[in-house]
């Protein structure tokens, strides 16, 4: 199994832009659909994006599209997810996941980081 670290959440300021990184260890990364999750105090986990083991094809939720990014370097086995254009409700952890299954369902994900937080004030 693949194991997942990320990094580069923090605290900023709207507009402001973040790049979080999620470095795999483990298992051939090029083997997994990869996922960048999110879930706010008192809601549910929210998929954010999504990028597929070729790098071919990605999903980006639409309360995020053409502000965030995702991206995979397969040489550093690190997915990227950069955050332009923050907002306050983009206030979250945020969790980088794996999947061998369906690239856009939370459930197919089974394994999964530890989280950052990512805080957006106004």
């Known amino acids: 199994q693949v194991q997942l670290v990320e990094s580069g959440g923090g605290l900023v300021q709207a507009g402001d832009s973040l790049r979080l990184s999620c470095v795999a260890s483990?298992?051939?990364?090029?083997?997994?659909?990869m996922g960048w999750f999110r879930q706010a105090p008192g809601k549910e986990r929210e998929i954010v994006a999504a990028i597929s083991w070729s790098g071919y094809r990605w999903y980006t939720a639409d309360s995020v599209k053409g502000r965030f990014t995702i991206s995979r370097d397969s040489a550093k086995n690190t997915v990227y997810l950069q955050m332009n254009s923050l907002k306050p409700e983009d206030t979250a952890v945020y969790y980088c996941?794996?999947?061998?299954?369906?690239?856009?369902?939370?459930?197919?994900?089974?394994?999964w980081g530890q989280g950052t937080q990512v805080t957006v004030s106004s």
């Open positions: 996941a794996a999947t061998r299954g369906s690239l856009t369902s939370v459930k197919a994900y089974d394994t």
């Open positions: 483990g298992r051939t990364f090029s083997d997994y659909n």
